[in-house]
């Protein structure tokens, strides 16, 4: 009967009726596909689920599938994207997060799969600087994991971080009203500062006891705010990213508060290799030359307490 018709595109092949929900697009299919990988849950080499699985999983046309997968492919993370079998993921996705061919991706994407890349060496060497430990500190999340799983094994890992100085007064984050009280907002930085340098400590040194790994870890204090982050990684691979200062209201002890800031774990990472090219070289025997300078001259010894 008419009144009981139901509109062919809300219902299933047994005649029930088809909660509608909006439609995924296709990087936001890629971006929960990229995680995955990141994450393992897509192995290397493994196949892809077809595309109409992925279809059928994400509630979205094959059409919307390939563009993601294509998406994947130019990032090179997948391999034999056709329509006619199953994408293959990578022998290596780690170096194609952030390898030199790899779109750019932010921090929060590309950091942990390098640093779990660089903890398959047995002498493992991290060198940072940046505004916070925050970024570093979740990224070694990773490759503990595969520590404790037993899939990584080195013998030694020396990290050096350098971080702004408390004894200085920021660039950013800092007030937009210069004649603002600046002193809760600096009291929340140096708290976020000294918390996650003693979560990366601490998490580090734990290794000592859990895996009998040699573990050096050693903060040093800045004079200035640094404008961009960068980490090296067993002198191989730099990876670098500029601290991009935004206007922006933030509640403090329950009050708006306007500042200027910037959100490292959002910064763009480029990554340069050793061997990529001469540029490439070049850039990470600079980078290198660039923090063992502060490192031995203007920076201070830094204390993670209040």
């Known amino acids: 009967m008419y009144g009981s018709r139901v509109d ?49 999983e994400f509630g979205v046309e094959r059409g919307t599938v390939r563009e993601a997968l294509r998406i994947l492919r130019s990032e090179h993370l997948l391999t034999n994207v056709t329509k006619g079998s199953p994408a293959t993921v990578t022998a290596h996705p780690e170096r194609a997060l ?76 800092a007030p937009v009203d210069p004649s603002a009280p600046g002193h809760r907002l600096r009291t929340r930085w140096l708290a976020v500062r000294n918390a996650q340098g003693q979560v990366l400590r601490h998490s580090l040194l734990s290794l000592r006891a859990t895996h009998g790994i040699d573990v050096r870890v050693t903060f040093r204090a800045l004079p200035f705010t ?3 982050k960068l980490y090296l990684l067993n002198g191989e691979e730099a990876l670098f990213a500029y601290y991009t200062v935004r206007r922006r209201e933030e509640e403090i002890d329950h009050e708006p508060f306007q500042l200027y800031d910037a959100q490292g774990t959002r910064s763009t990472l480029f990554s340069f290799a050793r061997g990529a090219g001469p540029r490439d070289t070049a850039f990470v025997e600079q980078a290198r030359a660039w923090f063992d300078a502060l490192w031995e001259t203007i920076s201070s010894e830094l204390v993670l307490t209040s």
């Open 226 to 228: 640094p404008p961009v």
């Open 98 to 173: 952030t390898g030199p061919a790899a779109l750019p991706l932010p921090t929060s994407a590309a950091l942990a799969p390098r640093v779990a890349a660089a903890f398959a060496d047995s002498h493992v060497e991290i060198d940072a600087v940046c505004l916070t430990a925050v970024s570093l500190a979740l990224a070694l999340g990773e490759p503990l994991r595969q520590i404790h799983a037993g899939r990584l094994d080195p013998a030694k890992v020396d990290v050096r971080v350098l971080l702004p100085s408390r004894n200085i007064e920021l660039a950013f984050p």
């Open 8 to 56: 062919p595109e809300h219902a299933l092949a047994n005649g029930r009726k088809r909660t509608q929900r909006p439609q995924r697009s296709h990087r936001e299919v890629a971006d929960e596909l990229r995680q995955r990988i990141r994450a393992g849950a897509l192995r290397p080499g493994a196949r892809m689920p077809t595309q109409a699985v992925l279809a059928a």
